[in-house]
């Protein structure tokens, strides 16, 4: 099965914003709740935001009212809008689905600079 391979990454100030994508074969036919997770150094992986097949979001409290999590069926893509980050956002982002997971791609690197 393929992995999903997620992008948009980088480094950014505090107060600034990013747009991560990923994508994966299949997802705009697959009903499975997909999600966004990450991982700081030393930390375990922690799941910020999914969202189902139908686009209904669903977010952590650290996130609530920052990040924006939405799905494009027809191009296969979940994208996450995240504004006004902060250093303790710094981690790597990944995408998976929360049933049926897959092997977990290389994920993108977010960098918040203070």
């Known amino acids: 099965q393929e992995r999903f391979v997620e992008s948009g990454g980088g480094l950014v100030q505090a107060g600034g914003s990013l747009r991560l994508s990923c994508t994966v074969a299949?997802?705009?036919?697959?009903?499975?709740?997909a999600a966004w997770y990450r991982q700081s150094p030393g930390k375990q992986r922690e799941l910020i935001a999914d969202?189902?097949?139908?686009?209904?979001?669903t977010y952590v409290d650290s996130v609530k009212g920052r990040f924006t999590i939405t799905r494009d069926n027809p191009s296969d893509t979940i994208y996450l809008q995240m504004n006004d980050l902060k250093p303790e956002d710094t981690a790597i982002y990944y995408c998976?689905?929360?049933?049926?997971?897959?092997?977990w791609g290389q994920g993108t690197q977010v960098t918040v600079s203070s």
């Open positions: 998976n689905y929360i049933l049926a997971p897959r092997e």
């Open positions: 299949g997802l705009g036919t697959y009903i499975n709740v």
């Open positions: 969202v189902t097949f139908s686009n209904k979001p």
